[in-house]
Nanobody, 127 residues
Framework: QVQLVESGGGLVQAGGSLSLSCAAS????????MGWFRQAPGKDREFVAAISGSGASTGYADSVKGRFTISRDNAKNTAYLQMNSLKPEDTAVYYC????????????????????WGQGTQVTVSS
């Protein structure tokens, strides 16, 4: 089990940058693959980015490729999402999620793969 707490959300102008953090509890953080998802008003929660337990592998939604970067610092039990060139369409509540990384392929873009979720942090991008 792991408890997740997101932080770093806020208001930013279009074209600006914002960095989100996901602090995890426990002593086995490196055993979890991490994902970032977001949910805009009136829309379903959607995949944003994912990273393997070791940090060696990453994946991104097409909508954020080249703009967002997911990373992690296992020594600090923290995952990050660096968001650059933000657009109004990026406005959403951003959620951090975790699942045990067994070292096998999995559907990292699927919400159902992640057993643990943070409370979310609001990101608002003004035009």
């Amino acid at each position: 089990q792991v408890q997740l707490v997101e932080s770093g959300g806020g208001l930013v102008q279009a074209g600006g940058s914002l960095s989100l953090s996901c602090a995890a509890s426990g002593r086995t953080f490196s055993s979890y693959a991490m994902g970032w998802f977001r949910q805009a008003p009136g829309k379903d929660r959607e995949f944003v980015a994912a990273i393997s337990g070791s940090g060696a592998s990453t994946g991104y939604a097409d909508s954020v490729k080249g703009r967002f970067t997911i990373s992690r610092d296992n020594a600090k039990n923290t995952a990050y999402l660096q968001m650059n060139s933000l657009k109004p369409e990026d406005t959403a509540v951003y959620y951090c999620a975790a699942r045990i990384d067994y070292g096998l392929a999995y559907r990292y873009r699927s919400l159902s793969e992640y057993a643990y979720w943070g409370q979310g942090t609001q990101v608002t991008v003004s035009s």
